[in-house]
C-alpha cells in the first residue's frame, strides 16, 4: 500500500461522530482523505467535537451531512454529490440494554439504515470501489462452538442481536446479487478514550474508581466478551477497506480481535488493579437479562488473509483510557 493511498479520497463515514467514527475520521483526516460525515445528533462533549489537541482540528477539515441512516435519499444525495468512492457503515443503535428496552428505533437504525445505504451504493456504483460494513460478535448469537470464526452461523436471538445478524446478511446479499464491492467487520465490544456510554462497563468502571466508588456489575460477573481497543478498531477498519483494492476479498467477513476473552469481574479487577484501587469491590447485581453468556472471536482469517495484527495490549490499552477519563472527568 502506498503512502498516500488516502490522499484525496473521497470518503464517506456514517457513524462518524461515534466511539470508532471518531477515531476513523481522525486517521483519514491525517492521512489525507476528503472525508464526508453522517452526523444525527451533534453530542457536545463527543472527542470528535472536543477541544483536545488531538481533535481541535477536526472541525476544520470534516464535511457534514447532517440526517440519519432511516432517510435514504440523505444517504444518496451524499453519495452522489460528494463523488464517494470509499465507505465506512459505523452508524447503529449499538446499546443492548437500549435495544431490549426499545427494540424498534435498534432495528430501524441498524437494518433500514444498512439496507439504505447499500442501496444508494447500488445505484451510485460507478464511484463506489469499497464499502466497509460495520457488524459485530452479537450477530453470531449464542453458540456451543467457541471461539466464533466466520463460518459460524448468524443465529441472533434478542433484539440487537438479531439487528446485526440481519444487516450482516443484507450486505452479503448486495454482493452476491448487485456486486456491490462490500466487506463486513464483527468485533467485540469496544472500549477506548471518547466513549461516553458509561453503561458500558469500561467506562463506567473508570468512572467509579475515580469518585471512589464500587464498580457496579449488572450480571453475575462470569460473563465473558472480546474487549476490543478502539484504535485498534479504527486501524482495522481502515486496513481493511485498503486490502479491499489490493486482493479480491470482496462479499467476506473478516474478525477482528485481541484473542483474549476475559470474564466481566476479571475485566473489572484488572481495571482496579491498574488504577491501583484494588480496595474498591465491585458491587455485583446480578441483573442483565437477554444477553449472551459466552462470545469470543477468532481472528485467524483476518492474521492469515488480510496479514493483520492488533497493535496494542489490552493493558495499555486500559491505562491509556483511565488517564483519558481522569482528564475528561475533571473538566
Same mark, same amino acid.
Request: aromatic share 12%; proline share 4%; glycine share 6%.
Given at each position: 500500500?502506498?503512502?498516500n493511498? %488516502? ?5 464517506f463515514?456514517t ?7 471518531s ?6 483526516l491525517?492521512?489525507g ?11 457536545p462533549?463527543?472527542?470528535l %467535537?472536543?477541544?483536545s489537541k488531538e ?7 470534516l ?31 449499538t ?10 428505533s ?11 445505504l ?21 450477530a453470531?448469537?449464542?453458540?456451543k462452538?467457541?471461539p ?9 436471538s434478542?433484539?440487537y442481536d438479531?439487528s ?22 464483527r468485533?467485540?465490544?469496544f ?51 485498503e ?14 480481535s485481541?484473542?483474549?476473552p476475559?470474564?466481566?469481574?476479571d ?17 455485583i ?6 444477553e ?7 481472528a ?5 488473509v488480510?496479514? %493483520?495484527?492488533?497493535?496494542y ?10 488517564? %483519558?477519563?481522569?482528564?475528561f472527568?475533571?473538566?
Amino acid at each position: 500500500m502506498t503512502a498516500n493511498f %488516502w490522499k484525496n479520497k473521497n470518503v464517506f463515514i456514517t457513524g462518524c461522530t461515534g466511539l470508532v467514527g471518531s477515531w476513523l475520521t481522525k486517521l483519514l483526516l491525517d492521512e489525507g482523505a476528503n472525508v464526508v460525515g453522517l452526523v444525527r445528533d451533534r453530542v457536545p462533549r463527543s472527542i470528535l %467535537w472536543s477541544a483536545s489537541k488531538e481533535f481541535d482540528y477536526i472541525k476544520d477539515r470534516l464535511t457534514v451531512v447532517n440526517g440519519n441512516v432511516e432517510d435514504y435519499f440523505i444517504l444518496e444525495r451524499a453519495i452522489n454529490e460528494y463523488e464517494i468512492e470509499v465507505i465506512f457503515h459505523l452508524a447503529a443503535q449499538t446499546i443492548v440494554g437500549i435495544a431490549n428496552r426499545n427494540p424498534l428505533s435498534t432495528l430501524e437504525s441498524n437494518i433500514r439504515g444498512t439496507y439504505n445505504l447499500l442501496e444508494a451504493c447500488r445505484r451510485n456504483e460507478k464511484t463506489i470501489k469499497a464499502v466497509v460494513v460495520a457488524s459485530s460478535d452479537k450477530a453470531y448469537g449464542e453458540q456451543k462452538d467457541l471461539p466464533y470464526n466466520e463460518d459460524t452461523p448468524l443465529q441472533g436471538s434478542h433484539p440487537y442481536d438479531v439487528s446485526k445478524s440481519c444487516a450482516d446478511l443484507i450486505a452479503y446479499a448486495y454482493y452476491v446479487s448487485y456486486k456491490v464491492p462490500v466487506c463486513v467487520t464483527r468485533c467485540g465490544n469496544f472500549y477506548g478514550p471518547g466513549d461516553l456510554n458509561f453503561n458500558r462497563i469500561v467506562p463506567q468502571t473508570i468512572r467509579h474508581a475515580l469518585n471512589n466508588e464500587r464498580p457496579v456489575i449488572r450480571s453475575d460477573g462470569k460473563f465473558v466478551r472480546d474487549y476490543f481497543f478502539v484504535k485498534d478498531g479504527a486501524l482495522a477498519y481502515k486496513f481493511l477497506a485498503e486490502k479491499m483494492y489490493e486482493i479480491d476479498i470482496k462479499g467476506e467477513a473478516f474478525n477482528f480481535s485481541l484473542e483474549e476473552p476475559i470474564a466481566v469481574l476479571d475485566l473489572v479487577n484488572k481495571i482496579l488493579r491498574l488504577m491501583k484501587r484494588e480496595d474498591l469491590k465491585p458491587d455485583i447485581r446480578n441483573e442483565a437479562v437477554n444477553e449472551i453468556r459466552k462470545q469470543y472471536l477468532s481472528a485467524r482469517k483476518s492474521r492469515d488473509v488480510l496479514g %493483520w495484527k492488533p497493535t496494542y495490549t489490552i493493558e495499555e490499552s486500559i491505562e491509556e483510557t483511565a488517564a %483519558w477519563y481522569k482528564e475528561f472527568l475533571s473538566q
